[in-house]
């Protein structure tokens, strides 16, 4: 290491020195906010969309796995620039950093281009494979490409994200993801339904307001970083070929993307399996994914604030805080699970009831609930071991639980019991699967982290 890369910037350094309870929850709860106003925007936009008709609704269904593969790549790549930054500025090497934040934004862009080209001439045939229903296939097709036109935005915005991420920086990325979600929601009903000076877009509308939400959350990143000073710098002369610090990028954000990848194929999957039953499976299928959000993404966002504190900390020697970090987390992660788990069990009903006023939808929709639930709790094990991985680098362990969760366990499981019970089989194979992830995390976990 260059005697010139030993910098520890003091406003970086709190990190290792702040007691482990006030700086976990001062990192992690900008982010939970940010994360719940994330997740409501998700459900007030499936509520709009609900409005124009069901079809609108599976149409947004089935085009979210792709939606949920470009927010992979974006994030997961984010993931490695997270963790190299930190990584290289608790061990003092500025430069380092400096290079990882810059090659990881050049990096991000050129993804954004490649997946908005593919992503757009792919779609249509995409969904004509889960239905022959014309409307839905037109609908889904006008809504994607809308929304994957916005692809390098997306990059850039959460490379952005995950940089101020590194540095502590938690409440810009809060400020900028409120913003672009707030503005998203108030555009929602405006540009579907043809309000005040918009022309009625319908499910064109959704797209364009959650592009233009996105577009002001990359702004804002963009201002405070012209207007504020840094500990960590986007540098032309960082742009040289760097093969190492390209491989480290790519090592801990290729298992980072196929973790948030997978439920995107699981979806897919589950969706083949239930729209042989009937379409309101498959809309439940997708109320549920929404749902979800609401609760696993508090969770990530205390994930989000641990990881620049573990890599950090780790990157510094401190193992203690390592450990103790790591077990904040699982505890707090278990708490959100557990409110959620109450929410499901009590009010599933009127939960569905928001996206659908179908009786047998509703009907399916409170069973699905009530079942999957079941293993919110245990899955607070999963989300921690797999995101403490990501942020000590160790991504190809982190990829071995997510494998679990969403292929090698919940994939047979639902193929089995859905032959076993019929569809309710499906909902069952969730908190299973949950149940085996979890032993499995523990057992990964501890063979991956060795610290004295």
């Known amino acids: 290491m260059l005697l010139g890369e030993r910098i520890l910037y003091m406003n970086t350094s709190f990190m290792k020195e702040k007691p482990i309870f006030p700086l976990l929850t001062s990192m992690a709860l900008p982010m939970v906010f940010s994360m719940l106003v994330n997740a409501l925007y998700n459900i007030v936009d499936s509520f709009f969309v609900a409005q124009i008709s069901e079809e609108a609704m599976t149409?947004?269904?089935?085009?979210?796995?792709?939606?949920?593969?470009?927010?992979?790549?974006?994030?997961?790549f984010g993931v490695g620039i997270n963790a190299q930054i930190a990584l290289h500025l608790g061990a003092g090497a500025q430069c380092r950093a400096d290079t990882a934040a810059t090659h990881g934004m050049l990096y991000s862009l050129l993804h954004g281009i490649v997946i908005t080209i593919i992503s757009i001439a792919v779609v249509q045939k995409f969904l004509s494979a889960f239905t022959d229903n014309t409307l839905v296939i037109h609908m889904?097709?006008?809504?994607?490409?809308?929304?994957?036109?916005?692809?390098?935005?997306?990059?850039?915005?959460?490379?952005?994200?995950?940089?101020?991420?590194?540095?502590?920086?938690?409440?810009?990325?809060?400020?900028?993801?409120?913003?672009?979600?707030?503005?998203?929601?108030?555009?929602?009903?405006?540009?579907?339904?043809?309000?005040g000076p918009f022309p009625r877009l319908g499910i064109a509308g959704a797209a364009l307001a959650t592009g233009i939400g996105q577009t002001l959350t990359l702004c804002i990143y963009l201002v405070y970083y012209k207007t504020h000073s840094l500990p960590v710098h986007l540098r032309r002369t960082c742009l040289c070929p760097n093969g190492r610090m390209d491989l480290q990028l790519y090592a801990i954000g290729i298992p980072a993307i196929l973790n948030l990848a997978l439920p995107s194929v699981l979806i897919s999957f589950l969706n083949g399996i239930l729209s042989v039953f009937s379409q309101s499976y498959v809309?439940?299928?997708?109320?549920?994914?929404?749902?979800?959000?609401?609760?696993?993404?508090?969770?990530?966002?205390?994930?989000?604030?641990?990881?620049?504190?573990?890599?950090?900390?780790?990157?510094?020697?401190?193992?203690?805080?390592?450990?103790?970090?790591?077990?904040l987390t699982l505890w707090l992660c278990a708490a959100i699970m557990a409110m959620g788990t109450v929410l499901c069990l009590l009010l599933s009903d009127r939960l569905i009831s928001l996206f659908t006023s179908n009786p047998e939808t509703i009907r399916i929709g409170r069973q699905a609930l009530r079942v999957i639930s079941l293993g919110?709790?245990?899955?607070?094990?999963?989300?921690?071991?797999?995101?403490?991985?990501?942020?000590?680098?160790?991504?190809?362990?982190?990829?071995?639980?997510?494998?679990?969760?969403?292929?090698?366990?919940?994939?047979?499981?639902?193929w089995i019991l859905c032959r076993a019970m019929g569809p309710t089989g499906v909902w069952h194979a969730f908190w299973i699967t949950e149940v085996i992830s979890a032993g499995i995390s523990v057992v990964v976990y501890q063979k991956s982290v060795k610290l004295p």
């Open 59 to 76: 149409a947004l269904s089935l085009v979210f796995p792709m939606q949920n593969l470009i927010n992979a790549i974006a994030i997961g």
């Open 140 to 195: 889904g097709t006008t809504y994607a490409t809308i929304a994957f036109s916005f692809s390098i935005i997306i990059m850039g915005s959460l490379a952005f994200e995950k940089m101020y991420q590194a540095i502590g920086q938690m409440k810009i990325t809060m400020c900028a993801l409120v913003a672009g979600t707030v503005c998203n929601i108030l555009l929602d009903p405006m540009m579907i339904f043809g309000i």
């Open 283 to 327: 809309v439940v299928l997708g109320i549920y994914y929404k749902l979800q959000t609401f609760l696993y993404l508090p969770g990530s966002g205390i994930v989000q604030g641990m990881r620049p504190l573990i890599a950090y900390n780790y990157g510094a020697g401190e193992t203690k805080r390592v450990r103790k970090i790591y077990r």
């Open 376 to 414: 919110f709790i245990i899955s607070a094990v999963s989300v921690a071991s797999s995101g403490a991985l990501e942020g000590l680098g160790k991504g190809a362990a982190s990829l071995v639980i997510s494998l679990f969760r969403y292929s090698f366990a919940i994939m047979p499981l639902a």
